[in-house]
């Protein structure tokens, strides 16, 4: 399979004055920039687009290479040419949510009344918020019907309210490793995440641009995220007891095990890369999501869906278990709507849906030929 | 059933100079007093003895009240007149670890070297360590051969430990909720506690006491076990999305739902009653503790062992995974040992130990009757 090679992010701004975006939490939010990046071809009749939605700690970059760069996008290997997101036949768009770090308008972005960076000035913003943004991108991208939506964990929040919000713009939805509404276990998960920096002293209430980042609480709420993203099996697979020193325990508190580094690097690594007010945002959104809110009900929730569903979970994901995906399934069916449900066996946790490259693709892949429009494909 | 009523806590003082303890690591310290506790009466022939051992954040009072208190200790519904440990037929001893810092020596403790307390400069003790003055105290209260020893979680290491290093000194072992070997798992979440703990800048290397304590990353660090000893469906269960404010969420980044609230009150609660350099030792205690370190290999780990077993484990327990019992359970049978083994059906998760009383008491009085001398009790 060939390789996308180099891509460059995009950026478009909508909701200036005096059309600012009316937020659920009753606030407004104007001017509101969307960082996105597009691969492949859009057909002529412009049926063939695909937006997917990324994870809490992801971006618009999803695949090929920026300039430069030594690491492909963050789901390269599901998209490109030949690639279950086949761009030689799809046009797909992915997009930095409303709230995010990495171009799109957010925290650290500057607040247009004071000239400074929002910080906790920031209005909070729901699932529902983000989707907003990115149809008024898909709008301005002149696509009335996308052929397909997806996501993987939190992306998969967005790609169900999106279903649900404008259920005649889309096709199919591609549900992966997510849920209908955060449960207590992940909220107390991401609380936890949430206090470690806000104890950080460098934290400041939100006011750390351009003087010292609150790094140490950020690292240990990355810490805490690579946990529950890994599973028991796939931490012991991966390190086990392993040493950092040949064979000997140091009977200190410097990193005996291979686990413990490993965890310190990655929460080292986030910090320089995220936003510590966008991860407080972001983790805030999630887990105010719930489906049921306004009806009290999940088949009642997804009433106005229209499009087909792909549902997959993994059998060892403990941060989105497998039965909240079922869950899902059995409201979607409960609305006679065209629901593919499938099981992925793996031992990588969550992660799996970042890494169990093959048996996802296949799924994807098959999944969203059904919708494809022969005649109007780029290449045939 | 009765309760214990008022109850103390007694000291005493071993190795002292020259005889200081020679720990695993080739340190030395000394003195080492021992806070313990006993319930019930020590019979004539001394054979109705129970050394309970306690997990990382309890201490050796283990059962009814403090002078003034309004909560019984730990173990409270387990130890008492006509109670699973029934103090009307049973001497019960229970004693704080060595590095704990309810009254037995640990980092908090003054260095008669220096007359400041410890703190980093405290030895990095193992589970190993901890046995050896419990059984000072044993030898002291003349006890040479106990009926019964029992614990759970890191109790259950210590027990595990000393029916090894000690196989004539008991008639049997209770294992409750525990595991022969810490895995990569349980050693990343105790290290983003320890983390937490040394990001804090008011923990200053360990030296805080008389200052302000490292409060932040202890309830960071406590938020942390709290979620690892409930499970998912007992958080969902005892929580689910309720809201602090009546049916309303704040969109703000205060307090939205009640299992934030439970944590931020656990979590600040703990830091008021434990030593943060207390949770560094006795976590790295617990990580470091490998059965198979030395023989390769968990049938010939056990082999010096003698005592009957009794192996108690939790279906939702995600923390100490049935799993590991069964691996326990396993390599006590090669060893011809008499093995009991018990999986109780719980929502509790790693807290069953603690909270499923009708269920455990039943097994564990059960077994206990059998290692029972009738003719000595001190009541028949």
Known sequence: MADLGTVKTQFVTFCETPNELL???????GPITVAYETYGQLNADKSNAILIFHS???????????EGDKKPGWWDPMIGPGKAFDTDKYFVICANVLGGCKGSTGPASTNPKTGQPYGLGFPVVTIEDMCVPQ?????????????????????????????????ESTESCILIATNTRHTAQQIALHEVARQAIMSD???????????????????VARMIGHITYMSEKSMDE????????????????????????????????????FDANSYLYLSKALDY?????????????????KCAFLVVSFS??????????????????????????????SSYGHDAFLIEVDNQSKVVSHFLQRFEKKSNAVRS
Request: aromatic share 12%; net charge neutral.
């Open 23 to 29: 937020l659920k939490s009753g606030e407004k939010l």
């Open 56 to 66: 809490l700690t992801s971006d618009a970059h999803a695949a090929g290479f920026h």
């Open 135 to 167: 149809k008024m991108l898909i709008d301005h991208l002149g696509i009335k019907k996308l052929m397909n939506i997806a996501g993987g964990s939190m992306g998969g929040l967005l790609a169900q309210k999106w279903a649900i919000m404008y259920p």
């Open 201 to 219: 002293p460098d934290w400041e209430n939100g006011v750390y641009y351009n003087r010292t980042i609150p790094a140490r609480g950020m690292a």
């Open 238 to 273: 991966k390190f086990g007891r392993k040493l950092m020193r040949k064979e000997k325990v140091g009977y200190d508190f410097s990193t005996d095990f291979e686990v413990e580094s490993y965890l310190k690097y990655r929460g080292e690594s986030f910090v320089q890369r």
């Open 289 to 305: 999501f719930d489906l049921t809110e306004e009806t009290g009900d999940l088949i009642e929730a997804f009433k106005p869906a």
């Open 316 to 345: 060892s994901d403990w941060l989105y278990p497998p039965y909240q995906s079922q869950q899902m399934v059995k409201a979607l069916k409960a609305n006679d709507l065209d629901v593919s449900a499938i099981l992925i066996e």
